[in-house]
């Protein structure tokens, strides 16, 4: 370790640790980059809000995270890499404010070490998904920085910061409420630890001054925000959603067995990552010496995360023990992303044994006070895998320690050097934890998820079914599909790919028959193998799905969508018409030609949404069906526009003859020598006789 020390002196310059950080976003980019939806239907929710949604009908009150990623809609249908952007830039963004932290209790080159590794960890890997985990994991940091600068000039000025944010917080997540208790027991804390303090009033009556101007102050900020983003909606601290699970879980305190179980899991795992600052934590506790000698500010640090910890372990447990059982919900999942935004705490306290001029203590107290994580970690290296399950999403940081045996068994190990190690000299222990033990867990996590992520950037059935459907379809037709497969989380995949809050979905076991569909459904996109639906038409079919429209609704043979590719509308030929553009095409020459490959109804109406090009905006365009024709005025900004015919029923050729065909070269503005006349998005031919 000794070699180390003249090189970490180069993490002092700001332009090394910055440089770091950016590397770090770059990776983060780089390896979330083409990966599609991966936890639903949690990215379904939260894109639909935020994007999709108006504030005042959203039935989770994440105002702030909401307004920032409705941002996203400006990239159109890269939206998701946009997100992912923003949540990478999100939790490098932490790295200064737990530096800040860090730096209380170690010197600035392990302090900067720590801030890389707490963003560097498995944890990051949720920057890839559209949840509000990476700005919440910035926002608790922030938060913690201004709760102990309250800590360190116990000022009114610095308590009120620190209560405003963690207002703000509960319009990230909602989860930010179960803070509070913990945040209240260390105001407490903070008195009591300055009831020396000249002037000042009794430690109680200061601390229930300090715990009332919070309460009011956080409460004041989350109504006051919330009413200018939703009005009278915005008022409810949990919001529909979670106000309903409140209700429904209400009983959760009986199933204490199942909690106590849950936390048996929990115990082991945090013993196996932060075996030695659970030991360090236990000495601090027990060594009047060792709290003398680190001073207020690792007392303070110790009593935080313990508080913190605390808090949030507990209502994970018996939040756990209260859904176990509920759809794929069970008693052996360890839901750590409910706290692992902490674990940086840990590391923090490890670090602060680096480099403090510790007290000579004997090794026995030592010994005793690493007796119990030692033991959790040989306990857990046997008890934990056959009774729990974790996944990359619920704990990635346990997941990599535990995805392979063979490296479970060294990295437990490793766990185990360390904290004996530190029972001979806490400093060497402490370095083998943070410099050694850390990193390894840090990449092995990065290895194991990534690897498993891979498959995820490449587009399944329900993906290409759902960006098949969203391109084919209209706005308005998507509204009326129905996505029918036997597993609800594939299918808000599917959902999510549509992108439109209309759609429907219908959950059937496979290969049973479609029954019982609403009026107002017009397609389905069914994914799996399934009977056909009495009265339907397979208009489009995939391997693995197909599109079906129901009989008596306006046939697809009659929906024309620009913006598709040549060859991808079999129901329809079309002349002079350019090539397809984003939005859809121009028509080219005097007349455009479409032909059906079915007759038109007898009495029709056109809906179509075109704009005209040039001199031709304003002028009239003729549509001619048969002997029909009708004049229309097509204006220079795309409308909404619909024209009625009467016919013989036998035609099945629609044209339009363009008033002036005008290319860009001819009006100056680029070399482009097409004579365009109208550009259509979409043409459909609605039965009126229906």
């Given at each position: 370790?000794?070699?180390?020390?003249?090189?970490?002196?180069?993490?002092?310059?700001?332009?090394?640790?910055?440089?770091?950080?950016?590397?770090?976003?770059?990776?983060?980019?780089?390896?979330?980059?083409?990966?599609?939806?991966?936890?639903?239907?949690?990215?379904?929710?939260?894109?639909?809000?935020?994007?999709?949604?108006?504030?005042?009908?959203?039935?989770?009150?994440?105002?702030?995270?909401?307004?920032?990623?409705?941002?996203?809609?400006?990239?159109?249908?890269?939206?998701?890499?946009?997100?992912?952007?923003?949540?990478?830039?999100?939790?490098?963004?932490?790295?200064?404010?737990?530096?800040?932290?860090?730096?209380?209790?170690?010197?600035?080159?392990?302090a900067a070490i720590v801030a890389l590794l707490a963003v560097a960890g498995p944890a990051n890997s949720y920057a890839g998904y559209y949840m509000p985990e990476a700005m919440y994991f910035c926002a608790f940091w922030a938060f913690s920085a201004l709760v102990f600068w309250f800590f360190d000039r116990r000022s009114?000025?610095?308590?009120?910061?620190?209560?405003?944010?963690?207002?703000?917080?509960?319009?990230?997540?909602?989860?930010?409420?179960?803070?509070?208790?913990?945040?209240?027991?260390?105001?407490?804390?903070?008195?009591?630890?300055?009831?020396?303090?000249?002037?000042?009033?009794?430690?109680?009556?200061?601390?229930?001054?300090?715990?009332?101007?919070?309460?009011?102050?956080?409460?004041?900020?989350?109504?006051?925000?919330?009413?200018?983003?939703?009005?009278?909606?915005?008022?409810?601290?949990?919001?529909?959603?979670?106000?309903?699970?409140?209700?429904?879980?209400?009983?959760?305190?009986?199933?204490?067995?199942?909690?106590?179980?849950?936390?048996?899991?929990?115990?082991?795992?945090?013993?196996?990552?932060?075996?030695?600052?659970?030991?360090?934590?236990?000495?601090?506790?027990?060594?009047?010496?060792?709290?003398?000698?680190?001073?207020?500010?690792?007392?303070?640090?110790?009593?935080?995360?313990?508080?913190?910890?605390?808090?949030l372990l507990g209502v994970t447990v018996l939040f756990t023990a209260a859904v176990s059982g509920h759809g794929a919900e069970s008693n052996a999942r360890l839901h750590m992303r409910y706290y692992d935004f902490l674990l940086p705490l840990l590391l923090i306290l490890a670090g602060s044994h680096i480099n403090h001029a510790l007290p000579v203590l004997s090794w026995r107290r030592k010994a005793a006070a690493a007796l119990i994580p030692a033991a959790l970690i040989v306990y857990a290296s046997v008890a934990l895998i056959p009774a729990y399950s974790p996944n990359f999403i619920d704990s990635p940081a346990l997941f990599g320690f535990t995805t392979k045996r063979g490296v479970f068994y060294v990295l437990s190990a490793c766990a185990l050097l360390a904290l004996g190690y530190w029972v001979v000299s806490m400093r060497r222990g402490a370095q083998l934890f943070v410099f050694l033990l850390t990193p390894l867990l840090a990449v092995v996590g990065a290895h194991h998820i990534n690897k498993l992520r891979a498959g995820f950037k490449e587009p399944d059935t329900f993906i290409k079914a759902g960006m098949f459907a969203r391109d084919y379809l209209g706005a308005e037709d998507r509204a009326r599909l129905v996505l029918v497969g036997e597993d609800p989380a594939d299918l808000f995949k599917t959902r999510f790919m549509i992108d439109d809050t209309k759609v429907e979905l219908k959950i059937l076991p496979r290969g049973q028959a479609i029954t019982d569909l609403p009026e107002h459904v017009r397609w389905l996109l069914v994914i799996g193998p399934y009977p056909a639906a009495p009265g339907t038409v397979t208009r489009v079919s995939h391997h693995g799905f197909k599109l079906v429209e129901r009989a008596g609704a306006a046939p697809a043979s009659y929906t024309v969508n620009f913006s598709l590719e040549d060859g991808a509308q079999d129901h329809v030929r079309m002349w002079g018409m350019s090539y397809r553009e984003d939005w859809g095409r121009w028509s080219l020459g005097k007349t455009a030609y479409l032909e059906f490959a079915r007759a038109l109804p007898r009495q029709l109406r056109l809906n179509f949404e075109a704009a005209a090009y040039g001199p031709n905006a304003g002028q009239e365009f003729v549509f001619r069906i048969g002997a029909e024709e009708r004049r229309i005025k097509v204006p220079g900004e795309y409308t909404k526009l619909s024209v009625e015919f009467a016919t013989s029923g036998e035609e099945q050729l629609v044209m339009i003859e363009v008033p002036q065909p005008t290319s860009p070269q001819q009006l100056g503005q680029s070399q482009d020598s097409r004579p365009l006349g109208i550009g259509l998005k979409s043409i459909e031919v609605e039965d009126l006789a229906k």
């Open positions: 370790m000794n070699l180390l020390r003249p090189r970490l002196k180069y993490l002092l310059h700001p332009g090394a640790f910055c440089l770091a950080l950016l590397v770090l976003l770059l990776y983060m980019v780089m390896r979330d980059a083409g990966l599609y939806p991966t936890i639903m239907g949690d990215e379904w929710t939260y894109s639909s809000l935020s994007r999709l949604t108006p504030f005042r009908e959203t039935i989770i009150p994440s105002y702030l995270y909401f307004s920032l990623y409705r941002l996203t809609n400006q990239c159109g249908d890269a939206f998701i890499g946009c997100s992912q952007l923003i949540n990478a830039v999100l939790f490098v963004g932490a790295a200064p404010f737990i530096y800040l932290v860090a730096r209380r209790v170690a010197n600035a080159p392990v009114t000025r610095r308590l009120l910061c620190s209560a405003a944010v963690l207002g703000l917080m509960a319009m990230i997540k909602v989860h930010a409420m179960f803070l509070v208790p913990a945040y209240c027991a260390f105001l407490v804390y903070a008195a009591w630890a300055g009831r020396d303090d000249a002037g000042a009033p009794h430690w109680l009556r200061r601390a229930a001054t300090w715990v009332g101007l919070a309460l009011l102050t956080a409460l004041a900020v989350r109504m006051a925000v919330g009413y200018l983003f939703a009005g009278a909606h915005g008022l409810g601290l949990f919001g529909q959603m979670y106000g309903q699970q409140a209700s429904f879980h209400a009983d959760g305190f009986t199933r204490i067995r199942q909690a106590l179980a849950n936390l048996r899991g929990h115990i082991m795992a945090l013993g196996l990552l932060a075996g030695l600052p659970l030991a360090a934590m236990l000495l601090h506790a027990f060594t009047p010496a060792l709290r003398g000698k680190h001073g207020e500010k690792s007392s303070a640090l110790m009593a935080y995360t313990f508080l913190m910890m605390g808090a």
